[in-house]
């Protein structure tokens, strides 16, 4: 893949839609090589490469650098991890695996509550569905949810006194991600990974169509 003509809106529309369910790069890899970008064009390519690649070792990094703005403040620790979640509620792949667990496990307990917790059916016209597929998190629209752990998160935030804070950690954790992102020299594995994620795309449309 060519990441020099690859949008941001399309590296945000990848990171929704794919699998975030693999574990984190090692750390040795993650740490390992660091140069600096011969021009703009490698730094802009690299950038949106490691972003896809160590998708998960940032989103760890950052949480992780939110829970230590917050050691002495269990309320805020709470919020820290309402948000991360709110904003995990947005990729497809995750809020998916996140609904099924849930229903399963209500399954045990009440199966008629669990059979109300069931995504609507999407009508089929010809083959195909009629509309794209809309994501639904224990039988709700996904905003429904995404909203609500917003609307806690920030309430924990404000009661906690902790705004200032996880700003200045989120701003930090953003920091060692975009440094980490424009200096780790992209390796063989991050191009065939993406190589195998465009496999995997192209097929996902073939078996829909």
Known sequence: MDWGNVTAED????????????????????????????????????????????RTNYFIMIVFILALGFLRRPLAIVAAFLTALSIAFLN??????????????????????AAK??????????????????IYIC???????????????FLLWFISCGLLTVLWSLAF??????????????????????FREEFRAVWRNYSEL
């Open 11 to 54: 590296l945000i529309d990848a990171l929704r839609e794919v699998d975030w369910s693999s574990p984190p790069r090692p750390i040795s890899e993650f740490f390992s090589r660091f140069t600096v970008p011969r021009s703009s064009a490698k730094w802009n390519s690299r950038l949106k490469c490691n972003l896809y690649y160590y």
């Open 92 to 113: 497809d792949s995750f809020a998916g695996t996140f609904s099924e667990k849930v229903t399963r496990t209500v399954r045990q307990f009440s199966p008629h509550l």
């Open 117 to 134: 917790m069931r995504p609507p059916l999407t009508p089929v016209i010809r083959g195909r569905p009629s509309a794209k597929r809309a």
């Open 139 to 153: 039988g709700r629209p996904r905003w429904v949810f995404v909203l609500m752990f917003s609307s806690v998160s």
């Open 173 to 194: 954790g953003l920091l060692a991600t975009l440094l980490h992102a424009s200096f780790r020299t992209p390796n063989l594995k991050a191009r065939l990974n993406t």
